[in-house]
């Protein structure tokens, strides 16, 4: 049972119905009958109701109940329940307020940029993890690259990605941020995050600082940093010249025999602190080559991860990506990875052994030329690799992505 003595007090100081509560944020009337029966609800639904009260989750129970929470899916429309039998026992809620100490706090960097890192964020933001997501800043793409090279910034747009991917704030908020202007003009195509964080690089003096300001709005618990401070970008060496820039990088890798960046950087102090008291280093899903493998050039990025104790995890990505890893299997990725990383190599790998239907699998291979990554596991284990696999496949709008819950599920037991 829950307590929810806290709630009950401040609804009835302030003269709000439970019903209220209903109307306003849309929780359904199921969720309002389990309040008061005081059966648990999930930690999304007492983050919504704290944050439409202006108070913590901590002043909703009262001292005495167990700080423990049920992922419910009725709760919020969500089906992780149904899909994930062994989640529906308790996890910790993660807050300010947490009844575990800072020092027994498991704590997480995560290496990567994009899509790939901002689905794998949105689950472990749900666990009791501290999480340090390092983003690569060497984009040139659509409206970061229009931005980085008008003002002479990094790229912002990966960064802004994540901080939305880790945000504890209302769905308006999220799609006002994430809001692209189409009407032509200057601000064709930007969305409104890249503007903010363009304009608090200005006002806060880098792009640390202008992130960690943007991640106390949006209520992010964790730290979202910045590989570099610095404007960089990539460069693919090969036999027949050089390739300046991410897009053209991984439009010929194929012709590509290793990469640089265009200037030495220097490594933000803050990631080098993180990954030397992290009790886990992951190597995310996402572009190989234009979004983990930039983490890896650089020596001071490779020394931290040589000193530390910390195993490297690597989550491995669901299909290929045309023009950069066709034909790879998990084990081909853990190969470029290693290349890269120098003495250390990768410990584990959290691989997907799940399939989909013939339809999806022929849409994917006719339109769109991606194949799902083979687990060659014996390969994989030839090369000193862990192997944690299960079926992280789910399909959003015809998308293959990976289950964000059950992929943080599973990170989250390697810790234990």
């Known amino acids: 049972m829950v307590n929810y003595d806290g709630l009950e007090k401040i609804l009835k100081e302030r003269g709000i119905l439970k019903s209220d509560l209903s109307k306003e944020l849309g929780i359904s009337s199921r969720t309002i009958a389990k309040i008061s029966k005081g059966e648990k609800i999930s930690s999304r639904i007492l983050l919504k109701i704290a944050d439409f009260l202006q108070c913590s989750e901590k002043e909703l129970l009262s001292e005495e109940t167990e700080r423990n929470i049920y992922v419910d899916s009725s709760a919020h429309g969500n089906t992780s329940d149904k899909r994930h039998p062994k989640l529906s026992g308790q996890i910790s809620m993660q807050g300010s307020a947490g009844t575990e100490s800072q020092n027994s706090t498991k704590k997480i960097v995560i290496f990567g940029g994009g899509t790939g890192i901002s689905s794998i964020l949105s689950g472990l933001k749900l666990f009791p993890v501290d999480v340090t997501a390092v ?14 090279e008008e003002l002479d910034i990094p790229a912002v747009g990966d960064l802004g990605k994540v901080l939305l991917s880790m945000a504890n704030v209302d769905d308006d908020f999220i799609s006002l941020l994430s809001y692209r202007f189409h009407k032509t003009g200057s601000l064709q195509n930007h969305p409104v995050r890249n503007i903010l964080l363009a304009a608090l690089i200005d006002l806060k003096g880098n792009l640390t600082e202008a992130a960690k300001y943007m991640g106390s709005l949006l209520r992010v618990r964790g730290t979202v940093l910045p590989l570099t401070e610095e404007k960089v970008e990539l460069v693919g ?81 669901l299909v290929t990506q045309p023009g950069e890893t066709d034909g790879y299997s998990v084990s081909d990725h853990i190969k470029v990875l290693n290349r890269y990383l120098g003495k250390r190599k990768v410990d584990m790998v959290l691989a997907n052994k799940g399939t989909v239907s013939p339809e999806i699998s022929d849409r994917y291979r006719t339109r769109e030329n991606k194949y799902l990554v083979d687990l060659d596991a014996d390969e994989v284990r030839a090369q000193g690799a862990k192997i944690i696999a299960d079926d992280v496949i789910r399909i959003e709008k015809g998308t293959l992505v990976h289950d964000e819950i059950k992929t943080a599920y599973l990170v989250f037991s390697s810790l234990m």
């Open 135 to 148: 983003i690569a800043v060497s984009d040139d793409g659509s409206s970061t690259g229009v931005l980085k």
């Open 237 to 317: 060496h090969g036999k027949d010249g050089d390739y300046l820039g991410e897009v053209a990088v991984g439009q010929n890798i194929k012709d590509i025999d290793y990469i640089t960046y265009d200037h030495p950087i220097k490594v933000n102090s803050e990631v080098v602190e993180k990954v030397l008291d992290a009790d886990l280093i992951i190597l995310s899903s996402g572009s190989l080559y234009t979004s983990i493998i930039p983490h890896l050039l650089s020596s001071t990025v490779k020394e931290a991860l040589y000193a530390s104790s910390a195993p490297i995890m690597y989550i491995a990505n």
